[in-house]
């Protein structure tokens, strides 16, 4: 039974380069979340998504960061013009519904962005 | 929104030694989780724990939801409990998490 899964594990961009992460959720699970973790800080909620639906983006930064959840497919955040200060490791979670606040959000192994 | 603490923000101990780690929050809820991120970053489920107590092995947890609190009891530590516990509750839609305690365990 795999768990949540992400690729790239790691991702190494120049300034002004795009980077985009993927994250396929656990078998049964329609509901996708991504966190960021900056350096040296605990994780923070950015976008939460049903299948071709964004239902949360309230911590999504307003420009350059895009997510996607499509019809097939993994989920997608897309970072525009990476800036050093999107240096972080973003994880991915997923849960069965998100309908109920009982329900346990399974965590990805993570993909750690360094912009250089 | 919503607030999580965590204590102490970090605790170095001896193999063998036991500890607890605590989570309070600002507000009522109903889903409240511990995870053990290891070394390598990896973030790993510990606890699904909105109120009462549960043990796995030498992990156990407790949580007073009308005091808004939880407790995290490593037992008998090992090297490898070595990392950062976060605890984190469900406000919304989202996990809001805390700062996290640094936990290293020495031989």
């Known amino acids: 039974n795999a768990g949540v899964m992400q690729n790239p594990r790691h991702l190494v961009r120049r300034r002004g380069q795009e980077a985009r992460l993927r994250c396929s959720p656990m078998?049964?699970?329609?509901?996708v979340y991504w966190y960021r973790q900056l350096p040296e800080e605990g994780l923070k909620f950015m976008v939460y998504?049903?299948?071709?639906?964004?239902?949360?983006e309230s911590g999504m930064p307003k420009e350059r960061f895009s997510a996607e959840f499509p019809k097939e497919g993994p989920s997608i955040l897309r970072i525009q013009q990476v800036v050093r200060g999107d240096s972080a490791a973003y994880f991915c979670?997923?849960?069965?519904?998100?309908?109920?606040?009982?329900?346990?959000?399974?965590f990805g192994p993570g993909t750690r962005l360094l912009v250089l | 929104g919503i607030q999580v603490e965590q204590s102490p923000p970090d605790l170095i101990l001896q193999e063998g030694a036991n500890s607890t780690l605590r989570c309070n929050f600002s507000?009522?809820?109903?889903?409240l989780q511990w995870f053990h991120q290891n070394p390598w970053g990896q973030l790993i489920n510990l606890f699904y724990?909105?109120?009462g107590t549960k043990q796995n092995g030498r992990l156990s947890a407790t949580t007073v939801a009308t005091e808004r609190y939880s407790l995290l009891y490593i037992s008998s530590s090992q090297t490898t409990d070595s990392g950062v516990y976060f605890c984190?509750?469900?406000?919304?839609?989202?996990?809001?998490f805390g700062a996290g305690t640094i936990l290293r365990v020495k031989s």
């Open positions: 979670a997923s849960s069965p519904t998100g309908t109920s606040d009982q329900e346990t959000q399974y």
């Open positions: 078998k049964g699970h329609s509901h």
């Open positions: 998504l049903q299948k071709e639906n964004i239902i949360d």
């Open positions: 507000d009522s809820v109903n889903n």
């Open positions: 724990i909105p109120s």
């Open positions: 984190a509750v469900l406000y919304g839609n989202k996990l809001v």
